[in-house]
């Protein structure tokens, strides 16, 4: 059984092994226990010369920024957001804004142990508004709120089921344990989905219904704006839950990775992360083990007036002027232990007009039973919804989508994550 201090772990070394992110972590001594390789990028401290030392002694810029009572806060067991805090690297020359993410790491007995940290650099949206709200501020607002309940009957119901010693019970305390420990997770996979204000800004008209079968999803959604086009991505990991949620954190990082590295092209990109999470599959794999994701992967450039897209599996849906046109992905997924033996993904281009409609999604809806016969929803009454509505603005439609998705699936369990994004030119 996966214990809660296990979990943590595993969470922090999944992002330590691809975050573009400033990520580290120290113990209730603050002396440094994780430092990754983005924060020797950004900050020119190894991470050999950095282990074991006073965070505070060895990042002097928290000090700097008045960082020093949120590290003691974290240590108390609160979780804090310090948002756009302007700070110089001497050693790199690197300067600009980062928010600082701190969660604090319990341990088995109940106590705060360490803490984590994730530095991410705002520098740009912070340059283009000031105002803004980031979506990790409003994550934890959110989750805060709608999990207070849940988090105080479990600390009720653990106080009674320590004072039983039947084994039965015992099973049961430690469950609660790791929901908590998941709940926890999930605030760690909200941070990293693209704000919603972002989304919006980039396309006027959008949509983005997501409904995570579990507390955490295998299912994730990623934008970025760069050199003056927009990607977008719905992706479905193997599985759901805590397996599919950490694929999902490697996949994210992934596809910042490529185009951080200069990939432009869909296709290459999906090229880059196949490579990229096959090499992490096949570490130590003596079996064949099939973990990887279906993805639709668009980018956007309104200056040409062009759509790219490619796709592992998961199709792209286009409607111009009432006509409908599927565009399919490659019958392959990412992620494959074979990767050197696939073949490269297909990249399409499609020239644009104003008020071309297009949907990406995972196949959580479509497969989703229920109606009165308990039959999947499938691809061809999802086609026809679209279509009855395709002229509606965005955020109608993907308010009717859900409508329809709970009036179908009534008391029927959700099978899947479920992930779709509409958007208009």
């Not at 999944?14 to 400033?22: I, K, P, T, W």
């Not at 006073?54 to 990042?59: M, S």
């Not at 934890?140 to 999990?147: G, L, N």
């Not at 071309?356 to 691809?379: E, L, R």
Request: proline share 4%.
């Amino acid at each position: 059984m996966l214990s809660t201090k296990d979990f943590e772990k595993t969470m922090a070394l999944m992002l330590l092994e691809n975050s573009v992110d400033g990520f580290f972590a120290f113990d209730e001594k603050f002396r440094i226990t994780e430092w990754s390789k983005s924060m020797e990028t950004l900050t020119g401290i190894e991470r050999v010369d950095c282990l074991g030392k006073n965070i505070e002694d060895t990042l002097t810029v928290l000090r700097e920024v008045g960082e020093t009572q949120n590290l003691r806060k974290v240590m108390r067991g609160h979780k804090v957001i310090s948002k756009n805090n302007p700070c110089f690297f001497p050693k790199t020359g690197k300067q600009g804004y980062f928010d600082c993410h701190y969660f604090p790491i319990p341990s088995d007995i109940g106590h705060t142990e360490g803490a984590m940290v994730i530095l991410r650099d705002k520098t740009e949206r912070f340059q283009n508004d000031e105002g803004l709200i980031s979506l990790a501020g409003k994550v934890e607002k959110t989750i805060k709120s709608k999990t207070q309940g849940l988090k105080r009957a479990n600390e009720i119901l653990r106080e009674k089921l320590k004072q039983k010693k039947r084994f039965g019970y015992d099973v049961l305390l430690k469950n609660i344990e790791i929901t908590d420990s998941i709940v926890y997770a999930k605030q760690i996979q909200q941070v990293i989905l693209p704000p919603l204000e972002d989304l919006q800004k980039a396309f006027p008209e959008i949509f983005v219904m997501f409904k995570p079968r579990d507390i955490v999803s295998g299912d994730f959604y990623w934008h970025t704006h760069i050199d003056g086009v927009d990607f977008i991505a719905a992706v479905d990991c193997t599985g759901h839950g805590v397996p599919g949620a950490l694929i999902s954190i490697l996949g994210f990082n992934c596809l910042n990775q490529a185009v951080q590295e200069g990939l432009r092209q869909p296709s290459a990109i999906l090229d880059y992360l196949n490579m990229s999470l096959s090499k992490v599959f096949d570490k130590g794999q003596t079996s064949t083990v099939r973990d990887g994701m279906d993805i639709s992967l668009c980018m956007i450039d309104r200056n040409d007036m062009k759509l790219e897209y490619a796709g592992a599996f998961n199709p792209l849906f286009m409607i111009r002027n009432g006509a409908f046109r599927k565009i399919k992905g490659n019958r392959q997924p990412i992620g494959s232990l074979d990767a050197k033996k696939t073949q490269s993904f297909s990249n399409h281009i499609i020239d644009l007009k104003p008020g071309d409609a297009f949907y990406i999604f995972s196949d959580g809806y479509i497969d989703q039973f229920g109606g009165p016969d308990n039959k999947k929803f499938k691809q061809t009454k999802f086609v026809n919804t679209l279509l009855n509505n395709h002229d509606l603005p965005m955020e109608l439609q993907g308010d009717i989508l859900e409508r329809i998705f709970e009036e179908w699936r009534g008391e029927t369990y959700q099978v899947d994550d479920v992930l779709v994004i509409g958007f208009r030119i």
